[in-house]
């Protein structure tokens, strides 16, 4: 039986930011890789949701979160892995402040990743966008902010696909000549979801283990 990951969840505080996030560094790791994503990447115990773990949301644990998925594979290839991962709810809700971009580049620069993967953006914030403040904006920022950090970054669509905010990662993703990683089609096949799983419909919204597998099937094949 495979022994069940422990995360030593941590929150970075900043520019009125709390940010769950958690690093995980082996002694003479091969590769580095973060994760700068949402509560798909982790998210800390909310008792009022019925959520009590330290994992991306709707997971059994963490060995079966998307993040621990791709790291144990990649892991078989390049030997030890270090690698992070980051809730950022709190720029996607404030996208163009800048600020707070920086405080997480900041961090992801400190970690010197090999790789940086970005599954981030359905916590666009609605009123920004209803404004008419593009979303392009946000993910302009941060895609060029993470290529001054490393030279691999990969960027994902939204797992509930929303057109509004997919289109816009796509024209940033080939202006800035970065790799693509299509998801939208999964919350299509309802086993993808945990839904009945959990009590709280915005938790049983999330990928279940079979979804949170296939984002990490989808991410392991543009990284291999």
């Known amino acids: 039986m495979q022994k069940t990951m422990m995360v030593d969840l941590k929150f970075l505080k900043k520019e009125g930011m ?7 560094e082996p ?16 998210h800390e115990p909310v008792e009022a ?12 644990d963490a060995n079966h979160d998307y993040v621990h998925l791709v790291c144990r594979k990649l892991s078989e290839k390049y030997g030890e892995i270090a690698f992070s991962g980051l809730c950022c709810r709190d720029w996607e809700k404030d996208y ?10 900041d961090f992801a620069r400190e970690f010197n990743p090999d790789i940086i993967v970005l599954r981030i953006g359905e916590n666009f914030n ?7 403040i593009d979303s392009y904006i946000g993910f302009s920022s941060l895609v060029k902010e993470a290529k001054r950090i490393s030279k691999e970054v990969y960027i994902t669509s939204m797992f509930w696909t929303e057109d509004l905010l997919d289109n816009a990662v796509k024209k940033v993703a080939k202006e800035e000549n970065i ?15 945990a839904l009945g799983q959990y009590e709280n419909q915005d938790v049983s ?3 279940s283990d079979i979804g949170m597998k296939r984002i990490a099937e989808r991410i392991l094949k543009a990284i291999l």
């Open 205 to 207: 919204k999330h990928p």
């Open 49 to 60: 949701l019925g959520w009590n773990k330290k994992c991306g949301m709707a997971a059994t």
């Open 126 to 132: 609605r009123e920004y966008l209803n404004k008419g």
């Open 27 to 42: 002694k003479n790791a091969k590769k580095r890789i973060i994760f700068i994503g949402n509560s798909l990447t982790i």
């Open 179 to 193: 790799v693509f990683i299509p998801l939208d089609d999964l919350m299509k096949n309802k086993e993808n979801m």
């Open 18 to 24: 709390s940010v769950p996030y958690f690093i995980e």
């Open 96 to 105: 163009t402040n800048d600020k707070k971009l920086a405080v997480l580049m």
